[in-house]
């Protein structure tokens, strides 16, 4: 069974308008998401027990080229364990623009897996490029829901978009949005256990 409610989330500052949230509940996961940037606030799934928990955290630039990830920190293409991987490199985390394929069909950019609860995120998209971005900004001073403390790297953001610059690099997927077109983009969260 699928079902959409709709209520007020809040109101704007300034009488810049209200906020609604919009939860779309099914079998499989549930998603709270504000209209104020059309911002995920809560998405429950479910682990290998079949417990659903909150997996959102509550509350970066090219300079015109496309680097080979080979051999790389940034060569994310088979499994890594990140916390290893960021210590192996010597990075204090990411918050880059991956390259995906030039297309505007559906395909895949990215999966993760979380060990500890089985959980399996796929992400597909029509855009041709990925932000990732690892927390790291995170300190501990964030308080989140139920009092958790976010402390750095203890999450991340898969963002689908252009590629930066875009509209400055020629060679890069063309980016502007012509009088009379229409901006068409699609991304999908595939969620299973494994």
């Not at 509940?25 to 606030?41: A, E, M, Y």
């Not at 909150?54 to 920190?73: C, I, R």
């Not at 895949?108 to 597909?124: I, K, N, P, Q």
């Not at 900004?137 to 953001?157: E, Q």
């Amino acid at each position: 069974m699928v079902s959409v409610t709709r209520t007020v989330f809040g109101e704007l500052p300034s009488g810049g308008g209200t906020v609604e949230k919009f939860q779309l509940q099914s079998d499989l996961l549930k998603v709270d998401i504000i209209s104020w940037g059309c911002t995920i606030t809560a998405l429950e799934v479910k682990d290998r027990q079949g417990k659903a928990s909150d997996v959102v955290l509550g509350f970066a630039e090219l300079e015109g080229d496309v680097a080979p990830v080979q051999g790389t920190a940034f060569d994310l293409r088979k499994p890594v364990e990140l916390g290893k991987h960021l210590q192996e490199f010597h990075i204090n985390g990411f918050d880059h623009n991956f390259c995906l394929k030039r297309s505007k069909e559906k395909h895949f950019c990215a999966r993760v897996h979380h060990a500890g609860s089985g959980r399996v995120l796929e992400v597909y998209t029509t855009q041709p490029g990925v932000q990732f971005y690892t927390g790291n900004f995170l300190n501990g001073t964030l308080k989140g829901k139920s009092g958790a403390v976010y402390p750095k790297h203890s999450g991340f953001c898969l963002e689908t978009q252009h590629w930066p610059d875009a509209v400055n690099q020629p060679h890069f997927p063309p980016v502007l949005l012509s009088p009379g077109e229409e901006y068409n983009h699609t991304t999908w969260f595939k969620f299973s256990v494994a």
